[in-house]
């Protein structure tokens, strides 16, 4: 249901973007975040964004990262700028989709298959 990509290795100060795609049988996309799991730390909230396009984001990144959506493509995605060791994490996207099931909706969390991102020199 979710399609994650654009990780990798990249040196402190450098820049890297993730993408996430939303497919299937979507009634509507309700809003959609990114999470990351550091090594040996517990899955944290990174940013957020809305169907409306409204974001929030984590004191940890502010100012730095940058997620926004295209409605039309039901993706969404992560702008990571001046990147630290500490960003270094498997990264998770998370959606919120009404999705058509049979003759009804369902609305449920989707999450996709983690990217991993190491910021190292």
């Known amino acids: 249901q979710l399609q994650a990509s654009g990780g990798g290795l990249v040196q402190p100060g450098g820049s890297l973007r993730l993408s996430c795609e939303a497919r299937g049988s979507i009634f509507k996309n309700n809003g959609m975040a990114w999470y990351r799991q550091p090594p040996g730390k517990q899955r944290e909230l990174v940013a957020t964004v809305t169907s409306g396009g409204d974001a929030n984001y984590a004191d940890s990144v502010r100012g730095r990262f940058n997620i926004f959506r295209d409605n039309a493509k039901n993706t969404a995605s992560l702008q990571m700028t001046s990147l630290k060791p500490e960003d270094t994490a498997i990264y998770y996207c998370?959606?919120?989709?009404?999705?058509?099931?049979?003759?009804?909706?369902?609305?449920?969390?989707?999450w996709g298959r983690g990217t991993l991102v190491t910021v190292s020199s």
């Open positions: 998370k959606a919120n989709l009404t999705v058509v099931a049979g003759t009804s909706l369902q609305r449920k969390n989707y």
